[in-house]
């Protein structure tokens, strides 16, 4: 079987053979985002050659879209000519986010070849709080004035477009308030085009300020299907907007944020092949350590019912069962309120009906898993596997730890999340590996407890 | 303290006193998104009166936007003729989706009261597969000639731009082949209107199939910051296209979906408090009874060790750590896995690299993991606690135990999902509950057999 030619191969033979014409009619036919993925993955020699070649909007397109390290590493293989070349090719936003993620020595270089006017503009975005919708915002978008006619507005339109990440909606200010929002759509269908901007803009509009906070923003943003949600700073002044791409992003990050944290650990901004192992053992093992030290306390628990366990054996047997079930059960309600708070479904004011359904849904789910852990127990562990140290007694007292397990874990697993979002912490850090240890120790009690009163 | 008055309540109250002209000129100042969740707090009664006092464009609108059991409720009280004009008003694509989720008599009536035209382009939505671009694009789109000069062009979009969801990225077609894509933006700053659409147009068009799965063509989307991609069928002819803001729910939609399996349970296409208990406990028992049932593996396992346990019972107290930290490594590695599939940073090929690399991540995490439960073991349990019956053998089969479940734990925790993904099934289902029950069962084979081979 013959190995497929990648387009690296074909390039770095290419640049082997200096066929530079070819090479680029061959980038021109790419859309940036995959030459930058190509980039990433020739070596680093090819990588600056290949880059060079690039018309100079695509070449800024393509650099935004690769990774902080092979920034850093064509950035040092650049003249300070391409360095400004490069820089101010670029949107504001997006060059705040470069000097956010260099170093400070590549920073400083950066920032000397800006121009003046640029570099304000990415010092302004870098002054706002790091979870903010100002540092997310970008400073360009089409501002308009109210007593614009349309036509007048689609000039202003065609003479600024070619520098704005969106045209697509336009800001009606005056004195950098922010009056009204019209969109293009508004413009182009307009039927008479002496008509003032003021009387066919939207006035009731959506906005956010620069501190809201940035998942919120974008959630906004998602929930209205806006191309652009504008932001005003304390005064009710417009500052920026942040479009729809920067707010899918946050949002997506935040849910991958959750879903770490969900699963015990931290996650990067990297792509995983481009995480190393050092890395993710970084990420991970502070919550294999918490973890394990915090089953000291089920450890103790068990320690203290060694007696129990030594006389009935068979007690033993039941232990991962009973903790398996409580940490899923207590994961269940923890992940389903946690995706309900990061989605805006839910407040702390809906605590009792949260906790009511929960329990209404614990019950539930208490109820079956009893009555099928009985039938498993007598049917499967008793009958079929002979087990004969096991019987109703003991089933029964499985049985009710079980379902007390259940319902607590529930409870738990739906009230702490709330209570984390309340006292402003992340909620995610409520969920699963923090409520097993919590479920675990709870569901060994109960079931000691039970089977105290029952076998002895 | 005084409790805060709902705009609900104040709605009520004014239906109540019948200031209907009052209410209108409060629901004029309100995003549709807005009404409609306004419209779904209040009783049903004063749903439908509130609904009909909503100016027509503005009443699909919000209607699109609320939950199926609630549109369900306001059709039944329509007329014929206000469902026509509902619907009517509707893009086809949203039109689609209503078709699908209501009941077979609610669609009877819906369809019969459709124009021909319209009916027509929603069942062609309706063929296609469930998970297909197909099923999520809408039909309405602006279409350009390649001879039509600028000019033309935007009177074009003047005359269209009304009945269509996006207008901002037009295709360019041909006997309905796709040539290539121009933006309005393009349009509106070119500087001769007289330039013909085919010199200006984008001709390296990226595009998806109606039968390219939903989450890959919203993810393409994502990844190139498209407003819309366009879809074209077998034959390469242009047939729609996929909007951003559908893209984005796909996006979250599955990954709530993950989240859900993840954490062992279904999820619903419902806000949670609109989901009922007895949902709730639909979505959950499922994995719960499974969970269970495969913990008789686990229970099994101690039971045939139940004579090591009776003899140096203090062995059983270190169960819960060493099952918590490999259920807790083997979905560290298997959720990682998981996220990046379906980001598209890694496929199948890469087994070998992934698998290098999380044994890399599960060596450091062992050597860790284990030093420190060794001086956890020694310093706190023995020491502190001074419980004699543990000393250092024991917590070098401990130890010795915990640092292979965690090298198992993260090769079958990055190893199934990928598997499982080449075999077309959804890698989530790989995810925590299922590497749980596998990485226990080997965690306590492993555990015993250290504790035969080192302690008797």
């Given at each position: 079987?013959?190995?497929?030619?990648?387009?690296?191969?074909t390039?770095?033979?290419?640049i082997?053979?200096?066929?530079?014409?070819?090479?680029?009619?061959?980038?021109?036919?790419?859309n940036p985002?995959?030459?930058?993925?190509?980039?990433?993955?020739t070596?680093?020699a090819?990588?600056?050659?290949?880059?060079?070649?690039?018309?100079?909007?695509?070449?800024?397109e393509?650099?935004?879209?690769?990774e902080?390290?092979?920034?850093?590493?064509l950035?040092?293989?650049?003249?300070d000519?391409?360095?400004?070349?490069?820089i101010?090719?670029?949107?504001?936003?997006?060059?705040?986010?470069?000097?956010?993620?260099?170093?400070a020595?590549?920073v400083?270089?950066?920032?000397?070849?800006?121009?003046?006017g640029?570099?304000?503009?990415?010092n302004?975005?870098?002054?706002?709080p790091?979870?903010?919708?100002g540092?997310?915002?970008?400073t360009?978008y089409?501002?308009?004035?109210?007593?614009m006619?349309i036509k007048?507005?689609?000039?202003?339109?065609?003479?600024?477009?070619?520098?704005?990440?969106?045209?697509y909606?336009c800001?009606?200010?005056?004195?950098?308030?922010?009056?009204?929002?019209v969109?293009?759509?508004?413009?182009i269908i307009?039927?008479?085009?002496?008509e003032?901007i003021?009387?066919?803009m939207?006035?009731n509009?959506?906005?956010a300020t620069?501190?809201?906070?940035?998942e919120e923003?974008s959630?906004m943003?998602?929930?209205y299907?806006?191309l652009?949600?504008?932001?005003?700073?304390?005064?009710?002044?417009?500052?920026?907007i942040?479009?729809?791409?920067?707010?899918m992003?946050v949002?997506?990050?935040?849910v991958?944020?959750?879903i770490?944290?969900?699963?015990g650990?931290?996650?990067?901004?990297?792509?995983?092949l481009?995480?190393?192992?050092?890395?993710?053992?970084?990420?991970?093992?502070?919550?294999?350590?918490?973890?394990?030290?915090?089953?000291?306390?089920?450890?103790?628990i068990?320690?203290s019912?060694e007696d129990?366990?030594?006389?009935v054996?068979?007690?033993?047997?039941?232990?991962?069962?009973l903790?398996?079930?409580?940490g899923?059960?207590g994961s269940?309600?923890?992940?389903?309120?946690?995706?309900?708070?990061?989605l805006g479904?839910?407040?702390?004011?809906?605590?009792?009906r949260?906790i009511?359904?929960?329990f209404?849904?614990?019950i539930?789910?208490?109820a079956?898993?009893?009555v099928?852990c009985?039938?498993?127990?007598?049917?499967?562990?008793?009958?079929?596997?002979?087990?004969?140290?096991?019987?109703?007694?003991?089933?029964l007292c499985?049985?009710?730890?079980?379902?007390?397990?259940?319902?607590?874990?529930k409870?738990i697993?739906?009230?702490?999340?709330?209570?984390?979002?309340?006292?402003?912490?992340d909620?995610?850090v409520?969920?699963?590996?923090?409520?097993?240890?919590?479920?675990d120790?709870?569901?060994?009690?109960?079931?000691?407890?039970?089977?105290?009163?029952i076998?002895?």
């Amino acid at each position: 079987m013959q190995e497929k030619i990648t387009i690296e191969q074909t390039l770095s033979k290419l640049i082997e053979e200096k066929k530079y014409p070819t090479i680029k009619d061959i980038l021109v036919t790419m859309n940036p985002m995959d030459i930058a993925s190509v980039l990433q993955n020739t070596d680093s020699a090819d990588m600056t050659k290949l880059f060079r070649l690039l018309p100079k909007e695509t070449a800024a397109e393509c650099f935004v879209e690769m990774e902080p390290d092979y920034q850093e590493e064509l950035i040092s293989c650049f003249s300070d000519k391409e360095l400004t070349e490069v820089i101010n090719e670029l949107y504001v936003d997006d060059a705040a986010d470069l000097v956010e993620e260099m170093p400070a020595n590549v920073v400083k270089r950066i920032l000397s070849n800006t121009k003046e006017g640029f570099r304000k503009e990415i010092n302004e975005i870098l002054k706002y709080p790091e979870n903010s919708a100002g540092s997310i915002m970008t400073t360009e978008y089409v501002s308009l004035r109210p007593d614009m006619t349309i036509k007048e507005a689609l000039e202003r339109i065609k003479k600024t477009a070619i520098d704005k990440e969106t045209i697509y909606t336009c800001y009606v200010t005056e004195k950098r308030m922010l009056l009204g929002v019209v969109t293009v759509k508004d413009l182009i269908i307009a039927k008479d085009d002496e008509e003032k901007i003021k009387n066919i803009m939207e006035t009731n509009v959506i906005c956010a300020t620069t501190l809201t906070d940035r998942e919120e923003t974008s959630q906004m943003l998602r929930k209205y299907g806006f191309l652009a949600l504008p932001i005003v700073d304390g005064d009710n002044r417009m500052v920026g907007i942040v479009t729809f791409d920067d707010a899918m992003d946050v949002i997506i990050d935040e849910v991958s944020e959750d879903i770490g944290i969900i699963s015990g650990m931290s996650t990067s901004e990297k792509s995983y092949l481009h995480t190393s192992a050092f890395e993710l053992f970084l990420h991970r093992i502070p919550w294999l350590l918490l973890l394990m030290v915090s089953a000291t306390f089920t450890g103790l628990i068990i320690s203290s019912f060694e007696d129990a366990l030594t006389k009935v054996a068979v007690l033993t047997a039941f232990i991962p069962m009973l903790m398996d079930t409580g940490g899923n059960s207590g994961s269940q309600a923890s992940v389903t309120i946690i995706r309900a708070l990061s989605l805006g479904e839910i407040k702390f004011s809906d605590l009792p009906r949260v906790i009511f359904k929960e329990f209404s849904a614990s019950i539930l789910c208490a109820a079956a898993i009893s009555v099928a852990c009985f039938a498993k127990i007598m049917l499967i562990d008793h009958l079929l596997l002979g087990n004969d140290s096991i019987n109703v007694i003991v089933a029964l007292c499985v049985c009710a730890s079980m379902a007390l397990t259940v319902i607590v874990a529930k409870f738990i697993g739906c009230a702490l999340p709330m209570i984390a979002k309340k006292l402003k912490f992340d909620p995610a850090v409520m969920a699963s590996p923090f409520i097993t240890t919590i479920v675990d120790a709870i569901s060994l009690l109960v079931y000691f407890a039970f089977a105290n009163a029952i076998l002895f």
